[in-house]
């Protein structure tokens, strides 16, 4: 075995490492770059900070010293370049959470301040290197301290082992005395104890204005472990303490009067407009019990009592009190004390805003004809005035400098009506729901009156029904997915504009799309005016093709399999597939419409669906329309629906998707296309799919199926199409899924569970539930919207190419997104990087499992669960096989 090998680390960052017996042969010298490679046993990263400092051990002091340090010119500190300056690693900044507040912490710096460098230096100047600290060195203390008012270091390391160099005491008490070493961390080295030497106190290291003592240890790990405590202990601390600066800014020039007490009612805080108001000093009031202060005799005798019982259960108290000044004159304020928890989850301060009411002559806010009002009903029911709805309590900020003489009446005519709103009876439901929850608050035991607190919060909010997605460990698919299906997809540039198109351009077509002629000729896709007057006359059902025919016996079996029908029609699945399911359930005689007529009108509504769409096209449509048919034929559906809502369906499933051009509703509000302008960027392909396909049936009599509906026979169709069109919109998706579970799902399974025995309870649905105009809508839309969305459910090989196609329209709208400069809204879905097998998994994760979880309980569908399940298997097998394309199971 030879001498310990020798590590060197050129000026470009390449590391070389040389065994020192064998110094002479060029070929023993192994070169790290970039990659990794074994030297000696050792695997090392080039590219892992984190590694470099084990592997260097080998190095000698001297040569680590003189090779990672540079003189700083006209001083007597030594700049020290840590690692991190000369490989690719990059410091960045850390938000660190204080309250509501979000900060932004940049990289830590720490000087160490050595008399004599040694192997305890070189350990903290390793450990700053891994951790990725800045760091500096001084040896002496006027070069630490000019340091340190320079660069203002969040850790200085002194050391104290050799007193002969400088006093370390003197030195911490020297920072101390500066304004940014008030809140620096400041550690101090301390010589190892021999073991028979008794262990000192810490007292004087602390009482000179160290945080804490670091016994003698040059090992880079415990320095590194050292720094780290330090970064999340005592620099974190001081960090959120020096933003409270912006904080007691805030509340220094705040109009309000603010005091702060502790839970023992002790005053702590107060600001300047308090002092004005009242017309104490602060130096008065602070560490006096709010009992000492004098009394207004206006209050009525328990209401004093009425605010403590509130606020020491943690609720919130607003109203009407009277406080007597240091002058001895009463005055009424409008008071909000709100309770804050502290350590342990008990009350430690309360906190109360105060507003004067009073005369136009003071200038300040004035109750006019309402303040009488609020004081007799203050003075003869306190109760009255008790937690106003408990909503949480605002500080209002507003510059002492903006003095209008309008502010107070302004002011005031706001506070009277917010009185009138709460002493409103609203009939909305959910202010039913948070009144009965504020009456159950009243006598509940404060850990149920919190959990009320939180109940009330989730209720005041705008989206109760869609989950919130964490921001730390988002799945980027998922993200995408939501952000581009689910939002109306209006995103910031650079410049904080939005993009619009001042000519509102519609989507062009990237390819003329074709349509076949039922006479077999290949045409040019006609415009809306051409297809009416060149239709040619559809064949009757009984004179398909034997292909066509043959295919179509297999319709009401779930594995029917769509794109085999696509090819024998030459690509009009929708005309043949319809004409044999409206047959069926019998729509032209519910119409009272000639087959003729409701087969020019699907050759109507198929025409103007995209061919040259991937997905979104007629084919999408006539599998939508297969499901439909599939779903209203299971026995609790059709139990649960009438002959309206049945037909409703049918024909909504048809045209929920005519016109699209294949495009989000994202990528058209982003463009500022005509239809986003149209439709306010609000369902707007939803909403152009439906007016549409109203406007192509009225259009010519030939193709009007509705032409002899009665007036309101036709209004409540009408109105059935459009709800079910609307709800395939995805904004809206997990409010009609936790509709559907809270109104459908829960009730039956509770009347199951009753009549367990009951032999008419398998698989029929209550009369409850079919005379529910509400519940029926939501069977609607459920039903629409699984059939929308059944890819995943289907067998594995439609599942497939249905995958393949969306990720292809998807692929389409990125290129054009990035060829138009136009937001991404999906940039998973990048044709050169995508993973098909991740953005399904993630799509069945966020979307489908638990939809058709539902919709399976409510319809018993074991098939659809089943390929469900096996589906998903195959895309985390590809998933884990990292394969971005596509392939059939049985080449895995």
């Given at each position: 075995?030879?001498?310990?090998?020798?590590?060197?680390?050129?000026?470009?960052?390449?590391?070389?490492?040389?065994?020192?017996?064998?110094s002479?042969?060029?070929?023993q010298?192994?070169?790290?770059?970039?990659?990794?490679?074994?030297?000696?046993?050792?695997?090392?990263?080039?590219?892992?900070?984190?590694?470099?400092?084990?592997?260097?051990?080998?190095q000698?002091?001297?040569?680590?010293?003189?090779?990672?340090?540079?003189?700083?010119?006209?001083?007597?500190?030594?700049?020290?370049?840590?690692?991190?300056?000369?490989?690719?690693?990059?410091?960045?900044?850390?938000?660190?959470?204080?309250?509501?507040?979000?900060?932004?912490?940049d990289?830590?710096?720490?000087?160490?301040?050595?008399?004599?460098?040694?192997?305890?230096?070189?350990?903290?100047?390793?450990?700053?290197?891994?951790?990725?600290?800045?760091?500096?060195?001084?040896?002496t203390?006027?070069?630490?301290?000019?340091?340190?008012?320079?660069?203002?270091?969040?850790?200085i390391?002194?050391?104290?082992?050799?007193?002969?160099?400088?006093?370390?005491?003197?030195?911490c008490?020297?920072?101390?005395?500066?304004?940014?070493?008030?809140?620096?961390?400041?550690?101090?080295?301390?010589?190892?104890?021999?073991?028979?030497?008794?262990?000192?106190?810490?007292?004087?290291?602390l009482?000179?204005?160290?945080?804490?003592?670091?016994?003698?240890?040059?090992?880079i790990?415990a320095c590194?472990?050292?720094?780290?405590?330090?970064e999340?202990g005592?620099?974190?601390?001081?960090f959120?303490?020096?933003a409270?600066?912006?904080?007691?800014?805030?509340?220094?020039?705040?109009?309000?009067?603010?005091?702060?007490?502790?839970e023992?009612?002790?005053?702590?805080?107060?600001n300047?407009?308090?002092?004005?108001?009242?017309?104490?000093?602060r130096?008065?009031?602070?560490?006096?019990?709010?009992?000492?202060?004098?009394?207004?005799?206006?209050?009525?005798?328990?209401?004093?009592?009425?605010?403590?019982?509130?606020?020491?259960?943690?609720?919130?108290?607003?109203?009407?009190?009277?406080?007597?000044?240091?002058?001895?004159?009463?005055?009424?304020q409008?008071v909000?004390?709100?309770?804050?928890?502290?350590?342990?989850?008990?009350?430690?301060?309360?906190?109360?805003?105060?507003?004067?009411?009073s005369?136009?002559?003071?200038?300040?806010?004035?109750?006019?004809?309402?303040?009488?009002?609020?004081?007799?009903?203050?003075?003869?029911?306190?109760?009255?005035?008790?937690?106003?709805?408990?909503?949480?309590?605002?500080?209002d900020?507003?510059?002492?400098?903006?003095?209008?003489?309008?502010a107070?009446?302004?002011?005031?005519?706001?506070?009277?009506?917010m009185?009138?709103?709460?002493?409103m009876?609203?009939?909305?439901?959910?202010?039913?729901?948070?009144?009965i929850?504020?009456t159950?608050?009243?006598?509940?035991?404060?850990?149920?009156?919190?959990?009320?607190?939180?109940?009330?919060?989730?209720?005041?909010?705008?989206?109760?029904?869609?989950?919130?997605?964490?921001?730390?460990?988002d799945?980027?698919?998922?993200?995408?997915?939501?952000?581009?299906?689910?939002?109306?997809?209006?995103?910031?540039?650079?410049?904080?504009?939005?993009?619009?198109?001042?000519?509102?351009?519609?989507?062009?077509?990237?390819?003329?799309?074709?349509?076949?002629?039922?006479?077999?000729?290949?045409?040019?896709?006609?415009?809306?005016?051409?297809?009416?007057?060149?239709?040619?006359i559809?064949?009757?059902?009984?004179?398909?093709?034997?292909?066509?025919?043959?295919?179509?016996?297999?319709?009401?079996?779930?594995?029917?399999?769509?794109?085999?029908?696509?090819a024998?029609?030459?690509k009009?699945?929708?005309?043949?597939?319809?004409?044999?399911?409206f047959?069926?359930?019998?729509?032209?005689e519910?119409?009272?419409?000639?087959e003729?007529?409701?087969?020019?009108?699907?050759?109507?509504i198929?025409?103007?669906?995209?061919?040259?769409?991937?997905?979104?096209?007629?084919t999408?449509?006539?599998?939508?329309?297969?499901?439909?048919?599939?779903?209203?034929?299971?026995?609790?559906?059709?139990?649960?629906?009438d002959?309206?809502?049945?037909?409703?369906?049918?024909?909504?499933?048809?045209?929920?998707?005519?016109?699209?051009?294949?495009r989000?509703n994202?990528?058209?509000?982003?463009?500022?296309s005509?239809?986003?302008?149209?439709?306010?960027?609000?369902?707007?392909?939803?909403?152009?799919?439906?007016?549409?396909?109203?406007?192509?049936?009225?259009?010519?009599?030939?193709?009007?199926?509705?032409?002899?509906?009665?007036?309101?026979?036709?209004?409540?169709?009408?109105?059935?199409i459009i709800?079910?069109?609307?709800?395939?919109?995805?904004?809206?998706?997990?409010?009609?899924?936790?509709?559907?579970?809270?109104?459908?799902?829960?009730?039956?399974?509770?009347?199951?569970?009753?009549?367990?025995k009951s032999?008419?309870?398998?698989?029929?649905?209550?009369?409850?539930?079919?005379?529910?105009?509400?519940?029926?809508?939501?069977?609607?839309?459920?039903?629409?919207?699984?059939?929308?969305?059944?890819?995943p459910?289907?067998?594995?090989?439609?599942?497939?190419?249905?995958?393949?196609?969306?990720?292809?329209?998807?692929?389409?709208?990125?290129?054009?997104?990035?060829?138009?400069?136009?937001?991404?809204?999906m940039?998973?879905?990048?044709?050169?990087?995508?993973?098909?097998?991740?953005?399904?998994?993630?799509?069945?994760?966020?979307?489908?499992?638990?939809?058709?979880?539902?919709?399976?309980?409510?319809?018993?569908?074991?098939?659809?669960?089943?390929?469900?399940?096996?589906?998903?298997?195959?895309?985390?097998?590809?998933?884990?096989?990292?394969?971005?394309?596509?392939?059939?199971?049985?080449?895995?």
């Amino acid at each position: 075995m030879g001498c310990a090998p020798s590590i060197h680390v050129s000026q470009s960052g390449v590391i070389y490492c040389r065994d020192s017996d064998e110094s002479n042969s060029p070929h023993q010298t192994t070169t790290i770059s970039q990659g990794t490679t074994t030297v000696h046993g050792f695997f090392i990263k080039t590219d892992a900070a984190e590694s470099l400092p084990s592997v260097l051990a080998y190095q000698s002091r001297a040569t680590r010293t003189s090779s990672r340090r540079e003189k700083k010119e006209n001083s007597n500190c030594i700049e020290a370049e840590t690692q991190t300056s000369h490989t690719s690693v990059k410091v960045t900044s850390t938000e660190v959470r204080f309250g509501p507040m979000r900060l932004i912490q940049d990289p830590f710096q720490v000087l160490l301040v050595f008399g004599k460098e040694d192997r305890q230096s070189d350990g903290f100047w390793w450990a700053c290197d891994k951790a990725g600290y800045k760091c500096n060195i001084a040896p002496t203390p006027e070069s630490a301290l000019e340091h340190f008012l320079e660069k203002h270091h969040e850790i200085i390391i002194i050391d104290n082992r050799y007193t002969k160099y400088f006093d370390a005491e003197a030195l911490c008490r020297s920072i101390r005395a500066t304004i940014p070493g008030e809140s620096t961390v400041i550690l101090v080295v301390v010589p190892q104890m021999c073991n028979d030497q008794e262990e000192t106190s810490v007292l004087p290291i602390l009482n000179a204005g160290f945080n804490r003592r670091y016994i003698e240890n040059s090992n880079i790990t415990a320095c590194y472990n050292e720094l780290i405590q330090l970064e999340h202990g005592e620099v974190r601390s001081q960090f959120k303490l020096r933003a409270c600066s912006s904080i007691f800014a805030a509340l220094e020039h705040c109009q309000e009067a603010i005091e702060i007490t502790s839970e023992d009612h002790i005053i702590q805080y107060v600001n300047p407009a308090f002092e004005h108001m009242m017309g104490y000093q602060r130096g008065e009031l602070i560490g006096k019990e709010l009992t000492e202060l004098p009394k207004s005799d206006k209050n009525k005798v328990d209401l004093l009592d009425t605010i403590n019982t509130c606020i020491k259960k943690g609720k919130e108290w607003q109203g009407i009190y009277y406080a007597r000044r240091k002058a001895g004159d009463n005055i009424q304020q409008n008071v909000t004390v709100t309770p804050v928890i502290g350590q342990g989850g008990k009350i430690k301060h309360f906190v109360s805003i105060k507003k004067l009411c009073s005369d136009n002559n003071k200038q300040i806010y004035n109750v006019q004809s309402d303040e009488k009002y609020t004081e007799e009903n203050s003075q003869s029911d306190p109760q009255s005035l008790r937690h106003k709805d408990r909503r949480k309590g605002s500080i209002d900020v507003r510059s002492i400098t903006s003095k209008r003489s309008d502010a107070g009446s302004s002011h005031n005519r706001r506070h009277s009506s917010m009185a009138r709103i709460h002493s409103m009876t609203i009939e909305a439901p959910i202010t039913k729901v948070i009144n009965i929850i504020n009456t159950a608050q009243e006598n509940s035991p404060v850990t149920v009156a919190e959990a009320l607190d939180r109940v009330l919060e989730i209720l005041r909010t705008t989206e109760l029904y869609s989950p919130q997605l964490g921001t730390k460990d988002d799945d980027p698919h998922t993200s995408n997915l939501v952000g581009g299906l689910m939002t109306d997809g209006l995103k910031r540039l650079s410049g904080n504009e939005y993009i619009f198109s001042k000519t509102c351009r519609q989507i062009e077509k990237t390819e003329t799309p074709l349509w076949t002629s039922l006479d077999g000729q290949i045409e040019e896709e006609p415009n809306l005016q051409q297809s009416r007057s060149h239709l040619t006359i559809p064949v009757v059902l009984g004179d398909m093709p034997p292909q066509v025919s043959e295919l179509l016996a297999d319709e009401e079996n779930w594995d029917f399999n769509i794109f085999e029908l696509e090819a024998v029609t030459n690509k009009r699945p929708l005309l043949y597939l319809g004409l044999k399911i409206f047959t069926q359930f019998g729509m032209c005689e519910f119409l009272n419409c000639s087959e003729m007529t409701l087969r020019s009108w699907l050759q109507v509504i198929e025409t103007n669906y995209h061919a040259s769409n991937s997905y979104h096209n007629s084919t999408h449509a006539a599998d939508v329309l297969h499901a439909t048919a599939y779903f209203l034929r299971k026995d609790r559906v059709k139990a649960s629906l009438d002959e309206m809502d049945e037909f409703a369906a049918l024909i909504a499933a048809t045209v929920h998707d005519v016109d699209h051009p294949g495009r989000t509703n994202s990528f058209l509000c982003n463009a500022g296309s005509e239809l986003a302008v149209l439709y306010n960027d609000t369902a707007v392909l939803e909403s152009h799919h439906a007016a549409l396909a109203f406007q192509l049936t009225a259009g010519d009599n030939k193709s009007n199926i509705f032409k002899n509906l009665e007036r309101n026979q036709f209004r409540t169709l009408r109105q059935a199409i459009i709800d079910m069109v609307l709800a395939t919109e995805m904004t809206k998706h997990f409010e009609h899924v936790n509709k559907f579970v809270n109104s459908i799902n829960k009730p039956l399974t509770s009347l199951e569970e009753t009549s367990l025995k009951s032999e008419s309870s398998d698989g029929e649905c209550p009369s409850s539930i079919k005379s529910a105009m509400e519940n029926r809508l939501l069977i609607k839309r459920m039903l629409i919207k699984c059939a929308d969305i059944a890819n995943p459910c289907r067998s594995i090989n439609l599942c497939i190419e249905w995958a393949g196609r969306i990720s292809e329209e998807y692929f389409a709208q990125t290129d054009e997104e990035k060829s138009q400069g136009l937001p991404v809204v999906m940039p998973v879905f990048d044709r050169n990087t995508c993973s098909i097998p991740k953005s399904q998994i993630s799509f069945i994760d966020y979307f489908i499992n638990d939809m058709f979880d539902a919709w399976d309980a409510f319809a018993n569908l074991p098939n659809l669960i089943h390929h469900l399940a096996e589906n998903y298997k195959y895309w985390k097998a590809l998933d884990e096989s990292n394969y971005k394309g596509l392939r059939l199971p049985s080449d895995l």
